[in-house]
Structures are given as structure tokens and as C-alpha cells.
């Protein structure tokens, strides 16, 4: 097994017209309900959820 360490970047905007095209569907599918609290009482909860999105996106890699 490689283990190493490395981040990846996301773009906000990207996301946001994923939630606007998609919304719940693509919410659910991917954040927990948790993350989807969190993140929707943010003022910019495009970019809360780009941030975790791109942390999960890390991980599974």
C-alpha cells in the first residue's frame, strides 16, 4: 500500500451550478445530513460544500 499525503482543489462555482442544476438530488447523494446542516446555515454554503467536496474527493484518492 502507497501512503502519501496531497489536497485537491475545487472550484466553487462549479458547485454552485451543480446545486443549482441538480439541488437536493446531488446533496444527498453525496454529503451526509450533518454536512448538508452545516453547510446550508452558512452565508456562502456553495463554498462550505465545494470545501467538503474537495476533502472527499482527497480521500478517496
Known amino acids: 500500500m502507497i501512503i ?4 485537491d482543489v475545487c472550484d466553487a462555482r462549479r458547485i454552485k451550478k451543480t446545486l443549482d442544476r441538480f439541488g437536493g438530488r ?7 445530513a ?8 452558512q ?3 456553495a463554498e462550505c ?6 476533502a472527499k474527493e482527497a480521500l478517496a484518492k
Open 34 to 41: 450533518s454536512e448538508r446542516e452545516r453547510c446550508s446555515k
Open 4 to 7: 502519501g499525503l496531497g489536497h
Open 26 to 32: 446531488f446533496l444527498e447523494r453525496i454529503f451526509t
Open 43 to 45: 452565508t456562502r454554503c
Open 49 to 54: 460544500f465545494a470545501r467538503r467536496f474537495s
